[in-house]
């Protein structure tokens, strides 16, 4: 059975630089066309990709968001990391992590799918 | 960015066939996925690389992906399909979603 779980802060203030870990069970980053994203909701509000890493350690960010993210593995704690710096309350948010599959589309690796997605972790960002 | 845009509402009546749109530069040239989201819950695949369902979902949920537009159909709707349903891309090494459709079965 293949289950993610987000921890991290409920709460932030503003300026603060956000750390969320997913824990991993069931599921192996060791394999190259494996990757886990992180993707966030803020309330009442439509999904918005954040970042996501594959079993290469390759890494992927949010165009408009790359320049305050960084997500990294530890594959023996089968852990994923996302650090989101310098916080406002726009980002309040549900943030989850999903685990997904990439595959070799057009001569490109590409995402193909989130199979497997955790509870989210509501993160409220207010001083 | 790479930018797609769905329909902000569907309303469908029990037993009748609901498709959501989903628009963007060029689609058709990529896969697309569709998630299914009810409230609380977190979202679930219901449709991967334009028309392949995963294990578990019905086949009542079918997808299809051309030109500029992917379409999600759900034939013979049910209200448990009640939801919100976002779509998905890759493009220039970057994921995106959809602004979401809810789907209402009345």
């Known amino acids: 059975q293949v289950t993610l779980r987000e921890s991290g802060p409920a709460l932030v203030n503003p300026t603060q630089t956000l750390t969320l870990t997913c824990t991993l069970s069931?599921?192996?980053?060791?394999?190259?066309?494996?990757?886990v994203s992180w993707i966030r909701q803020p309330p009442g509000k439509a999904l918005e990709w954040l970042a996501l890493?594959?079993?290469?350690?390759?890494?992927y960010y949010s165009t408009s968001l790359k320049t305050r993210l960084t997500i990294s593995k530890d594959t023996s704690k089968n852990q994923v990391v996302l650090t989101m710096t310098n916080m406002d309350p726009v980002d309040t948010a549900t943030y989850y992590c999903?685990?997904?599959?990439?595959?070799?589309?057009?001569?490109?690796?590409?995402?193909?799918?989130?199979?497997?997605w955790g509870q989210g972790t509501p993160v409220t960002v207010s001083s | 960015s790479y930018e797609l845009t769905q329909p902000p509402s569907v309303s469908v009546s029990p037993g009748q066939t609901a498709s959501i749109t989903c628009s963007g530069d060029?689609?058709?040239?990529?896969?697309a996925c569709w998630y299914q989201q009810k409230p609380g819950q977190s979202p679930v695949l219901v449709i991967h690389?334009?028309?392949k369902r995963p294990s578990g979902i019905p086949e009542r949920f079918s997808g299809s992906n051309s030109g500029n537009t992917a379409t999600l159909t759900i034939s013979g709707t049910q209200a448990m399909d009640e939801a919100d349903y976002y779509c998905?891309?890759?493009?220039?090494?970057?994921?995106?979603f959809g602004g979401g459709t809810k789907l209402t079965v009345l």
């Open positions: 998905q891309a890759w493009d220039s090494s970057t994921a995106e």
């Open positions: 999903a685990g997904g599959i990439m595959i070799t589309f057009a001569g490109v690796f590409v995402l193909d799918r989130f199979d497997y």
């Open positions: 890493i594959d079993g290469h350690d390759d890494k």
């Open positions: 690389q334009d028309n």
């Open positions: 069931g599921f192996s980053l060791s394999t190259g066309g494996m990757c």
């Open positions: 060029k689609l058709g040239d990529k896969y």
